[in-house]
């Protein structure tokens, strides 16, 4: 059973559903309607935008176009987790995007030669869609580890100075705090994992399913998916985490920040 495509009536239909969330903020003086109005505009642009990018690089099958949009995606998804962890520590891009990269690289190799094995290694329907999905997940990791790390250790400086008084190195005057942000950075990933086909039906099977692909192929793919962004998360968030606490320390073990 082929896909039914959606013509812009169907869409105009879409955006319907937004005025009517937009009226029912209004109705309960919720004061969200200019977010929503706002959310609404951005989501039909940018994805629509997105769609048309995507279909010339499928169709130029270059893998420099390939590298080229997924750098850009990385850049963009750098500078969003950069910016909800904080701007003031004047290493913190490069820091995130050196981690979502090398995380985003090891899982995309690692997949593409053992798991999938395309008869090309830049495949756009596998690089760029699995590609996005894992930056998209380990931007959103690194931001809630870097936030609660930074924020943690700028609310515990006494008790860290107080550790590297009585001989703590800096990593086991933090290592606790470390820890917790590691674990807030994953919680939403486990969480998901622990529930998955349970509670609710996983964005992948959906969207195959519409498709028309095999559930059978469309539950193996959601699976393969589920374990590379958690495998990405955790690489992503031990990276930052550790490189968030280096710079709270000069070379003498002092506490700088």
């Known amino acids: 059973m082929e896909l039914i495509k959606l013509d812009f009536v169907d869409l105009a239909f879409a955006v319907g559903l937004m005025g009517a969330a937009i009226g029912l903020s209004a109705w309960e003086r919720i004061g969200l309607e200019f977010n929503l109005a706002l959310a609404t505009g951005r989501t039909f642009l940018q994805v629509a935008i997105l769609g048309y990018v995507l279909e010339f690089i499928f169709a130029l099958d270059n893998p420099w176009a390939v590298l080229a949009i ?112 590691v674990r807030a950075g994953l919680i939403p990933t486990l969480n998901q994992m622990m529930v998955i086909a349970m509670v609710t039906l996983p964005g992948i099977i959906t969207g195959q399913l519409l498709s028309g692909i095999n559930a059978r192929e469309a539950a193996s793919y959601q699976i393969l998916i589920m374990f590379m962004i958690a495998f990405a998360n955790l690489l992503t968030v031990l990276l930052v985490t550790r490189g968030i606490s280096r710079q709270f320390f000069n070379s003498t073990a002092q506490l700088v920040r």
Do not use: C
Request: net charge neutral; hydrophobic share 50%.
């Open 70 to 181: 997924l750098a850009v995606m990385l850049t963009i998804s750098a500078i969003v987790a950069r910016n909800r962890i904080t701007q003031k520590i004047p290493q913190m891009l490069p820091l995130v995007w050196g981690s979502i990269l090398l995380s985003t690289t090891i899982t995309l190799v690692y997949t593409n030669i053992l798991i999938i094995q395309p008869d090309r290694w830049f495949e756009p329907q596998y690089v760029i869609s699995l590609g996005g999905i894992v930056l998209g997940n380990a931007m959103n990791a690194a931001a809630l580890a870097g936030e609660r790390l930074v924020s943690i250790m700028n609310a515990s400086q006494l008790e860290i100075e107080t550790h590297l008084s009585l001989g703590a190195t800096p990593g086991q005057a933090i290592a606790q705090y470390r820890k917790d942000a």
